[in-house]
């Protein structure tokens, strides 16, 4: 089955300073990457993702590149602002008829004021 | 985007007793579901998936029989911890597979289980 892996799990960043999480998967058949953000006690939310015949997506701050051949995908966030201090999960998806997610181990991101 | 609502929010329960967790997909039809349990400062890990109209499909070394799963709609699948212990105690999150021409992934709010 798939397995996925995350990098860093915990990062620190002065405001306003980029944020690079990096992740790889293990399947080459997975297709779909999207990026979750987690508050404490909430429930995942989107922020961005990416499909395999993509290179790199951008929205606003927030971007997304996958390199195919290494199975590497990595999110940026630019001009981070305290609230984007979260948990943040990679998550891969194969193609098969079940469509499930394997999540990375998580990033806990912590903006300095 | 779609709704996927999740009741209750929190639970807790004495050591023995069973719970059970609903997950609704509010506006649309979801044939597949997935049940997922994170504990505190880890992953989500998939439990089991969801099938309308037939058994779920568990992850390895998740126990059928504990974890009980039942779609009798496109739009409720629910979760039943049986015999609740202090180690289930943990955040349930439920998700829908997103429909036709979509990619999007929408989860629940989550069941956060206490077994006293």
Same mark, same amino acid.
């Given at each position: 089955g798939e397995n996925v892996e995350q990098h860093p799990s915990t990062l620190s960043v002065q405001e306003g300073d980029s944020a690079v999480i990096k992740c790889t998967y293990s399947d080459s058949a997975s297709n779909y990457f999207p990026w979750y953000k987690q508050e404490l006690g909430k429930r995942p939310q989107l922020i961005i993702d990416i499909r395999s015949? &993509?290179?790199?997506k951008?929205?606003?701050?927030? @971007? &997304?590149t996958l390199n195919k051949t290494a199975k590497h995908f990595s999110l940026h966030i630019t001009e981070t602002q305290p609230e984007d201090? @979260? &948990?943040?999960?990679? @998550? @891969?998806?194969?193609?098969?008829s079940a469509r499930q997610l394997t999540f990375g181990s998580g990033t806990q991101l912590t903006v300095l004021p | 985007g779609a709704v996927v609502s999740q009741h209750p929010s929190w639970v807790i329960c004495k050591s023995g007793t069973s719970v059970k967790i609903e997950c609704r997909s509010l506006d649309f039809q979801a044939t597949?579901? =997935?049940?997922? !349990?994170q504990f505190p400062k880890q992953s989500l890990m998939l439990m089991a998936t969801s099938n309308e109209g037939s058994k779920a499909t568990y992850e390895q070394g998740v126990e059928k029989d504990k974890f009980?799963?039942?779609?009798? *709609?496109?739009?409720? *699948?629910?979760l039943t911890v049986t015999s609740a212990h202090p180690e289930d105690s943990s955040f349930y999150i439920c998700s829908a597979r997103p429909p036709p021409g979509e990619e999007t992934q929408y =989860? #629940?709010? #989550?069941? !956060?289980l206490l077994v006293l």
């Open positions: 015949n &993509v290179g790199e951008k929205d606003q701050r927030i @971007a &997304v201090s @979260a &948990v943040y999960f990679c @998550a @891969a998806r194969t193609s098969g | 597949t579901m =997935f049940w997922y !349990r009980l799963i039942n779609h009798a *709609s496109l739009t409720l *699948s629910t =989860f #629940g709010p #989550g069941t !956060r």
